[in-house]
């Protein structure tokens, strides 16, 4: 077998199950509840945004970025998507634990951006608002408004 057709072999199974409004940020064996998030981002007309950059991060089951505990560095628990044209997204993963030791609840890091533009926002799990994730049946729905 030729290189280029081992790697071909390799490549082939992500093509078909890539999609650009949808991320996997945690593995199937990554330990944690898993939860799959999905929603729209929508323009501040409210009309639905196709195209938005969104990058999400998060802390793993035990709450740490990184295994060495580290703040520093890219977090082991991302992904980058880009919005369909209705908006919507999706993203797989576990929900995160609150840092360790500290009084801050779970969330996940989101950054949506677009022409220049970045816009951070936070998917919570207490609380009220409209990025509270309310869980049922492993899932949620969110939604982000842009502040154009």
Known sequence: MTRFRF???LFIPIVAQASPSRMKIAADKEPGQRLMITGHVLGADGRPRGGIQM???HTDAKGLYRPDGSFKG???LRGTLLTAADGSYEIDTIKPAPYPNRN???HI???LRWLGNDQEEEIRFEGKGPTT???AQGRCTVDFRLRD
Do not use: D, F, G
Request: glycine share 0%.
């Open 133 to 135: 994730c309310h869980i």
């Open 109 to 111: 890091h989101v950054h």
């Open 74 to 76: 890219e977090p082991r």
């Open 55 to 57: 990058y999400a991060y």
């Open 7 to 9: 790697l071909a072999l």
């Open 104 to 106: 801050i609840p779970a």
